[in-house]
């Protein structure tokens, strides 16, 4: 039985160092700034995009190339998990899957339907599997599995970002931003939708929290945010209290989900997933 190999992408917001740790190849997705372009986690961070948020720059992403595929799948004597950001929201997976079927090696292509810190549950979750053995079928079971039972919800301070990325429908972006309220996103089923609308900050954190005490048996928690790192904290303390977790910890939303959620982004993922 072959060894078996996670891919992932850059959405993932794995450090390099974790992902290394866990063997988890990592693609960057491309990010524009206005005139300037890169790849997330190689020329560009999150601190970079908040700048462009700033400076009203037009910001948008964009798929890894074929390429980049095609290279993590280069070695025929592994077989090769790619765990990616949801179908309904990015080009990665038919890309991905596009270079799978020229690939030297089974790769088998998982579609997570989810973004950000779920995704990376998933592809953690996965890697775990594949270090103690499990072969491919095993390991994107074990994704699927994760991926089910994880669940991504968040805030943002207006839905203008995810509107103009085509990220989510432009009735839902006009009657937040009619209402003048704070819109509550969960991503179900691959997509972005409205949860539903509050209104302040402070009653969407508290908000977010209930919806995580609604989730049974959560066995994992992590906060993400852009430029929000007071809420974000108050958020994950909150969240520690609220579900009995020892340990939720607060990173920055990598630098293309914050392209796409602007400024202010605040929200988590949490699993109840045996298998992390």
Do not use: W
């Not at 948020?53 to 798929?63: D, G, V």
């Amino acid at each position: 039985m072959a060894a078996v190999r996670v891919v992932t992408d850059s959405t993932a917001g794995l450090t390099p160092g974790s992902a290394a740790a866990a063997g988890i190849t990592v693609i960057p997705i491309g990010v524009n700034l206005g005139t300037r372009s890169g790849l997330e986690g190689v020329d560009v961070g999150p601190a970079d995009v908040l700048a462009a948020l700033r400076e009203r720059q037009r910001i948008t992403t964009s798929q890894p190339p074929p390429g980049a595929f095609v290279e993590a799948y280069s070695d025929p004597s592994t077989d090769v998990v790619s765990i990616h950001l949801s179908g309904d929201l990015s080009g990665t997976v038919a890309a991905a899957e596009g270079a799978a079927a020229q690939a030297d090696c089974r790769v088998e292509v998982v579609d997570s339907r989810l973004v950000s810190a779920g995704l990376g549950f998933v592809v953690e979750a996965a890697a775990r599997a594949a270090r103690t053995g499990a072969g491919i079928d095993e390991v994107v079971t074990v994704a699927r599995e994760v991926a089910e039972r994880t669940s991504v919800l968040f805030c943002v301070d207006d839905l203008d970002a995810l509107k103009a990325g085509g990220r989510i429908g432009p009735a839902s972006a006009r009657l937040g931003t009619a209402l003048a309220v704070k819109p509550i996103l969960r991503v179900k089923g691959g997509e972005i939708v409205v949860e539903q609308f509050v209104r302040t900050s402070r009653r969407a954190l508290e908000r977010l929290v209930e919806i995580a005490a609604e989730i049974p048996d959560v066995s994992r928690a992590t906060v993400v945010h852009l430029g929000a790192a007071e809420r974000a904290a108050q958020l994950a303390t909150s969240l520690s209290e609220r579900l009995g977790l020892v340990d939720v910890p607060v990173a920055e939303a990598s630098a293309a989900i914050s392209a796409h959620a602007g400024e202010g982004v605040v929200g988590f993922a949490v699993s109840s997933s045996p298998a992390l």
